[in-house]
């Protein structure tokens, strides 16, 4: 898939999310948001996925650490077509499927997760599983930046830089923003590179908002063999809304109707001079 497309996606999947927490009147925007692109680029691109066959055997599978961010997940999904795209409006109401944070009764979902340090576990039991059953399915999963000051995130890296699990890839989301602030202000997980690489994984560090940088980096997490790979992605909170880019206050905030209608009024002027793009 070329560029311009992935991004018309990625901005298709913000406006998922804004919806989505609108309509909630609760949620994690600002995370969502910073993840859009990566979530845009594993579903409609890297991974070997299948909506119509959620349970296909050899799929890869995805694991979102950062369970709270699950409107980003949700509306990639929903735009990939898992599920309709108008049931975003029905996030965390009484009743639907489509709570606060991953369920693994969605179709699509490979693991309930929201307790923050657990996801990457799950996933690294995944991919030892796939390596004791001879599998070759990958399992990604994403991380908080501010996630990696739980204990758990390191004790699942060192057992699966120990296994040399190949086909685990770890993402990062390095927006360096947390509920309470600067994650270098709060706990300071720096240098996030060196102290994965110190747990026998492989790192690359890309940008989170240019395609042909993470293209570039799985391709590497691909070809890695002989241990896990970790992808720091370094992005913008809020990224894509004028208001909500860099701005602490959009970790779990919903935007009241005023917000919402300037918020999709930006994503919408992405939206036409990516129209445009595509027709010079």
């Known amino acids: 898939m070329n560029n311009l497309e992935l991004q018309k996606h990625a901005n298709e999947v913000r406006k998922g999310i ?166 270098d202000e709060v706990c300071s997980p720096y240098p996030i590179d060196k102290k994965f690489e110190s747990f026998n994984f492989h790192v690359i560090n890309a940008d989170a908002h240019d395609f042909d940088s993470l293209r570039a980096a799985f391709k590497e997490a691909r070809e890695t063999k002989g241990m896990p790979t970790c992808i720091v992605v370094h992005s913008v909170k809020g990224k894509g809304v004028s208001f909500m880019e860099n701005n602490v206050a959009w970790h779990g905030t919903a935007p009241n109707d005023e917000q919402y209608a300037v918020a999709m009024a930006d994503l919408d002027k992405i939206g036409a001079e990516l129209e445009k793009a595509g027709e010079a």
């Open 18 to 183: 804004v919806t989505a927490v609108h309509s909630a009147k609760a949620g994690h925007p600002g995370g969502s948001l910073s993840a859009a692109d990566v979530f845009t680029f594993l579903y409609f691109e890297e991974m070997n996925i299948d909506p119509k066959n959620p349970e296909m055997e050899n799929r890869d599978r995805f694991v979102l650490s950062k369970g709270h961010t699950a409107p980003g997940l949700y509306s990639a999904m929903a735009n990939r077509g898992y599920f309709p795209v108008e049931d975003l409006k029905t996030l965390r109401k009484l009743g639907s499927y489509l709570q606060g944070h991953p369920c693994i009764h969605i179709p699509g979902v490979d693991m309930s997760s929201g307790s923050l340090g657990q996801g990457i576990s799950a996933a690294v039991g995944m991919a030892l599983g796939g390596k004791l059953d001879d599998k070759d399915f990958r399992v990604y999963t994403v991380l908080g930046d501010g996630e990696i000051q739980e204990g758990q995130v390191w004790e699942a890296a060192m057992f699966a830089g120990f296994r040399k699990l190949d086909n685990l890839c770890v993402i990062v989301d390095n927006n360096n923003l947390q509920i309470d602030g600067p994650i």
